[in-house]
């Protein structure tokens, strides 16, 4: 026991480094445990480890800091080995790994168990050694032998001031606007041509725009997905193809039980839909790096002081103050055949609506006139529900006989009804018996208005799907931005999900090129 007591000169820059680096080290992990938990369900924590909306600036900036910061102390420390791989340099070592594994995680996102791994490594490393130093130095006397002046001439202090300052840069590295984006060529083509936009992406002049390919995350999966860009001079088209084996054509459908109709769902009460969903995909657009990415999404139960959280608990989109997001959201089975996608925005945070089911905070549809879709039930309940409309021919329902599992490979085509082909529901008309199977989704035609500004069509093929979009390049709206060079662009896929979506960390920035800009 005699060892734990042991006298022990410690000088305040190392003591001041280690005061550091055990913070950054543990905020790092920490950080990293409720990113993850964000994104995967399967991994349980604690309300500490839970997501604000300054987490990922936090685990950027942390993780690349405390692996500095060690060395730091090592090259501080008095007569330190120089040969040896001693616990320390490991430590080191193994952080700056991780941090660089961090970065790679953008193109190689099968990276993340072993940066996940290395990271509880690190853990159990940094342990040990604060572990034998207690032991076999003294340790519990440090603090009162801090600011000892004895023995401060014997460390070597210009390299760990030097580290400090080396950590205070990388600090504010991940504050930079979006740190290297890819350049998405917009290839010029002439002003009466057009790519026909049938979801089918074989039209030949797409041949003559270069494919970018982009690496998006979804948990431990990877979702590259390759974007095409062209543009008339008055309209630019884009194309997006990304695989997925199942169509996933049944959104939230609807069964006929002993009590009445029900909606088939496992989480769409709590926003949080994974298995009767359809696929989706989304495009956000800023005019700057700071304005998205990271800075459009609040993680957290209620991420927003004095508004409300989100129900599934993960956070909530909104831009920053004064900025504006354009988001394009297509939805395989809702805009199905309607030849638009649901324009939308991010804005900042809206007051809650009395009456309203789901706070969105900033994330809203632009306003429509006419056309788009409808849930076929005239209240959402987790027991009966009332069917807002019923089939004005009960043949209409033939197609819709077997439901389709979620995640069987195949095309499960899209269930939906023409509102033309229903009528309101009556109780004296709903003669169905049951396990009859009934869409949920309500077709009413084009979306009119600000809404529909975007065309779309997409097809589902040999487990890939490919969709085609166009809009002008000037903004009619005030809700949209203008299509023009340098214009920051991130994707997402949703596979069967409602919010849940793959993450896209490494931006696209428009590239007009020279007297082809708008």
Known sequence: MRRLFAPLIAPWPLVLLHGLALPALLTAFATGISLARAQTSFLPAPALFAASGSTPTWHLALGGIWPLLILGIRHTRQNRPRRRLTGLLQLALLGLLLSGLGQCLWPAPGLRLVHGGLAWAAIVL????????????????????????????RYRLGGGLLVLLLAGLWFLAPLAPARFPIALPVQPIDRDQAPNLDGLGDDPVWQAAAP?????????RAVPVEVRALSNGATAFFRFRWPD???????????????????????FGQDD??????????????DTGEAGGLASLALGAAPLDCLPGSRHGRGLHRAPEGKLLDLWHWKSVRNHGTGNLDDSHLGAPAAPQLGETRYTAGYRADPKDAGGHADNWAWFADGPVQPLRLPRDPAALAPFLALPEPDAPGDSGAWGLNWEETRPYTASQDAYPVGTFMPSVLWRGHNEGDRGDVRAAGQWSDGWWTLELARGLKARSPFDLPLKHGLWLWVAAFDHAQTRHSIHLRPLRLDFGGEARP
């Open 126 to 153: 940094a342990s040990a050694h604060g572990l034998s130093r207690v032991w076999t130095r003294g340790g519990f006397q440090a603090l009162r032998l801090a600011l000892s002046p004895r023995g401060l001439s």
């Open 245 to 267: 084996a199942t169509r996933s054509g049944v959104h939230l459908p609807l069964v006929k039980r002993a009590d009445g109709w029900h909606v088939l769902g496992a989480g």
């Open 212 to 220: 970018i390919s982009v690496t998006t995350l979804d948990g431990l």
């Open 273 to 286: 839909e994974r298995r009767y969903y359809e696929d989706k995909f989304a495009i956000m657009l800023a």
